[in-house]
């Protein structure tokens, strides 16, 4: 196995005071002579930390030093990991660190190093430079970050694969942003470049939105703040609704389903911007998975990196629930998320529109297990069933309209053959309720009622 050496330089006003190579390994950085990484300041301490140098990431840790050690300009408290672009420093002492590119014609490849040669080969990468500032998320898989590129100044945000497993963690890593790439929509995130950075890891910017998700509104809302309620009544989230519908019948119109639709994934742009997110369960299916009418829309089929120039093609976890449980299709949670079509996501829409009418997901329970029965049963009460007489802010009068309320539990139906055929079947009947419930109330005066 290659062994990547960094540079470490160190800087003081401008002026370069360390410099080195080294393997991976940990390093102690301060000033007494014994240190690693021997750094003549005054505001660094005698023994101010340690760089850790892995294989495949970096991270440094503070010894309580008086000057501080800063990552992308805040003071670290703890172990924390290092993006390549990020500014670092000890004190008052910049540190910059550089992998040095490795030769991937040796054989002797790492897994990890030889799935990203293997899917995102050398002429597919550029040098693109980017400063990474703060952490904007991190999870089990991967870390979102707040980015810059330095070329043109615009803002990103950076969402990186961190822990790698197998080499299909990789394949669906890059497949997730080849095909959202792909999905040219105002209501879909738009991705900017797909890369690897120095360390290995792939990694793709994409449109960075300031602003908050739909689930956190939705939270707001059940929480009972007034702010929320007079900014989102029910008229406006089923505006976002049907904007998310559209972005997803286009989706479908390019054999694409998203898979993972809930909430939390919709992100509400500061400006009015709607956005559909995290498309990293996102599966591209043949032309035979749409409907008649969407494949007579589709010019081009979305074609991704599972569909290799060998003709080989990962499984797509046949066997294993696929999605978040409660806005999971039956069909996923009962394990057969391989054999999944566009219904799945009408059902997780179906599941949205209930969770906008109500305030709460149409399933509950103390774990995933009972969860997955409930989807699997299809045992839930209709939104009429479960508010009753109970008044909610955001709702007009504070009542449900119950055609909404049918909307949601057709969408919702166990069977896939008997929810609407398409999301835009789908939107066209939210819509047509908005309609009817604005006729009833008045809203349009007498000339719809006198002219139908």
Not at 23 to 49: F, M, N, T
Not at 289 to 311: I, L, P, Q, Y
Not at 395 to 410: I, Q, R
């Amino acid at each position: 196995m290659i062994v990547p050496l960094t540079e470490i330089t160190a800087t003081l006003e401008g002026r370069e005071v360390f410099k080195q190579l080294l393997p991976p390994g940990d390093y102690v950085i301060g000033r007494e002579a014994a240190c690693d990484i021997q750094l003549d300041s005054a505001k660094v301490s005698r023994r101010h930390g340690q760089l850790s140098l892995n294989y495949f990431d970096w991270s440094i840790e503070d010894f309580g030093s008086s000057n501080g050690t800063w990552v992308a300009g805040g003071r670290i408290e703890e172990p924390t990991m290092i993006f390549p672009g990020q500014d670092l420093r000890a004190g008052n002492v910049h540190l910059h660190l550089r992998r040095l590119p490795i030769d991937h014609s040796d054989v002797r490849l790492a897994p990890q190093t030889a799935a990203v040669v293997r899917f995102l080969p050398a002429e597919l990468r550029s040098d693109r430079k980017y400063k990474v500032n703060e952490l904007i998320a991190i999870g089990g898989m991967g870390a979102v970050l707040a980015a810059e590129d330095l070329a043109t100044r615009r803002p990103v945000a950076m969402k990186v694969l961190l822990n790698v497993q197998t080499p299909e963690d990789i394949a669906r890593f890059v497949e997730e942003a080849q095909i959202t790439a792909q999905l040219e929509h105002p209501n879909i995130v738009p991705i900017y470049e797909l890369n690897v950075n120095e360390q290995d890891k792939p990694f793709y910017t994409m449109k960075l939105v300031r602003g908050e998700s739909l689930g956190d509104v939705l939270f707001a809302l059940n929480a009972g703040r007034g702010e929320a309620a007079k900014r989102w009544p029910l008229g406006e989230l089923l505006e976002v609704l049907l904007r998310v519908c559209d972005a997803i019948a286009y989706a479908h119109s390019k054999g694409v389903v998203h898979r993972d639709l809930k909430p939390e994934n919709i992100m509400l742009g500061d400006y009015g911007d709607v956005l559909v997110m995290d498309w990293g369960l996102a599966k591209a299916l043949g032309r035979d998975a749409n409907t008649a009418t969407e494949r007579d829309n589709a010019r081009t089929m979305v074609r991704s990196v599972r569909h290799d120039d060998e003709g080989g093609e990962f499984l797509t976890m046949a066997g294993r629930a696929i999605g978040t449980p409660q806005f999971m299709s039956p069909e996923q949670a009962s394990g057969r998320s391989h054999q999944v079509d566009a219904k799945a996501d009408v059902y997780a829409l179906g599941a949205m529109l209930y969770h906008i009418l109500t305030l709460v997901p149409p399933v509950s329970g103390a774990d995933a297990g009972e969860i997955f029965d409930q989807v699997i049963a299809g045992s839930f009460p209709s939104p009429m069933e479960l508010l009753g007489t109970r008044p909610l802010p955001h709702l007009p009068d504070g009542k449900l309209p119950e055609s909404l309320s049918a909307v949601a539990m057709k969408a919702l139906s166990l069977n896939p053959a008997d929810r609407h055929r398409t999301v835009r079947e789908l939107a066209v009947d939210v819509q047509r309720s908005q309609f009817e419930e604005k006729q009833r109330a008045g809203l349009f005066g007498g000339w719809f009622r006198a002219n139908p």
